[in-house]
């Protein structure tokens, strides 16, 4: 058997150092260049609401004509994003999360996400699948969340898992319910005692000009029993003019009494109409009450599935980089074929 012929290649060190060299400068800049996202986003701390905190607009309306006497009422602004005293230590909390699974089956993943969701008795706002990539948007209630984070995370390996979970105090804008509800409940009181001393003015008022009424017409029921029983024509004709003057008066007495029920009237449906635009604020104020205890009783959330490649899996399982590991098998087997002679051996000048 004839053997195989020693092939000796002669490299030069100067050369060799010189690769290496390119080499790992090529390393360093490439994890440099992996890193620098991760760093400058560690630095910035952007982060952005999924949730978000919507304003409230409670509609406080006014009546559309007023009396003279009663004054509309407007409702003020409240908070916006006025500093929170440092004695109020309350929380109210809302959590927002987000995962991202990598795998090689997208649709089940998806499905025993979407599975989970609604086996913590939560909802699915948003889902999307396909063999690349899946997507979900949800919301769990609070008290289960821990359940079902414990549950997303045993869909894959925690290597190919990540989390991201985070939670704002919506302290400023419980505050700003409280207030409005305090303001408008002033605001009926006021309101109401304003009709109670209306009233009271009203019925006075009407009290005096019936006494006065009654007075007037006394008078003429008298001064024209004495126009009856009188003959002499020089006291007729003063007796007729006091009577002239008593009707005159009396006229003018009964429209005093015919506005004052008008401006009562008035005043009072005014009155009627602030504090029914009252109440329906206060149901207002206490729905967005009800909708802001949802709200921080609640997780919203999305979930990212990604299809991962078996090469990606090396890398993320790997504790060493595979072009790495694949450079050094090929050297070894190298060594071993140039030792049989099967491929040049490299020899350093």
């Given amino acids: 058997m004839a053997q195989n012929e020693r092939r000796i290649v002669k490299i030069s060190r100067r050369k060799v150092k010189l690769v290496i060299a390119t080499i790992v400068i090529a390393l360093i800049a490439w994890v440099g260049i992996s890193l620098f996202p991760r760093f400058l986003s560690s630095r910035t701390g952007v982060y952005s609401n999924p949730s978000g905190t919507g304003t409230m607009d409670i509609n406080i309306g006014n009546p559309e004509s007023a009396g003279k006497s009663i004054t509309s009422i407007k409702m003020p602004s409240f908070r916006n994003n006025e500093q929170v005293s440092i004695n109020d230590t309350r929380e109210f909390l809302k959590t927002n999360y987000s995962a991202t699974i990598k795998t090689r089956d997208v649709q089940n993943v998806v499905s025993s996400a979407k599975n989970i969701v609604k086996g913590n008795d939560g909802r699915i706002d948003n889902l999307s699948s396909s063999e690349k990539s899946g997507y979900l948007t949800f919301v769990v209630p609070k008290s289960k969340f821990e359940t ?7 869909l894959t390996h925690k290597k190919l898992f990540s989390e991201t979970s985070s939670s704002q105090n919506l302290l400023n804008e419980k505050i700003s319910i409280e207030e409005q509800t305090s303001y408008i409940n002033t605001t009926l009181e006021s309101l109401k005692q304003q009709k109670e001393s209306l009233l009271s003015s009203h019925t006075q008022t009407v009290s005096s000009i019936n006494r006065e009424l009654a007075l007037v017409r006394a008078e003429l029921k008298t001064l024209r029993t004495t ?5 002499d024509q020089s006291t007729l004709d003063s007796l007729r ?4 003057s008593l009707v005159a008066r009396e006229s003018r007495v009964k429209q005093n009494l015919t506005t004052e029920n008008s401006s009562y009237s008035s005043l009072n449906t005014n009155l009627d109409n602030q504090i029914k635009n009252q109440n329906t604020s206060l149901a207002n104020v206490e729905k967005q009450d009800v909708k802001f205890t949802q709200n921080i009783e609640t997780v919203s959330g999305n979930i990212n599935v990604n299809w991962i490649s078996i090469w990606q899996m090396i ?26 002679g099967y491929v040049p051996k490299f020899i350093l000048e």
């Fill in 148 to 154: 079902f984070r414990e549950e997303i995370e045993g």
């Fill in 227 to 231: 126009i009856s029983e009188t003959e």
């Fill in 241 to 244: 003019s006091q009577e002239s």
């Fill in 315 to 340: 890398k993320a399982f790997s504790p060493i980089h595979p072009s790495i590991i694949i450079t050094v098998l090929v050297l070894i087997v190298w060594s071993v074929l140039s030792r049989l």
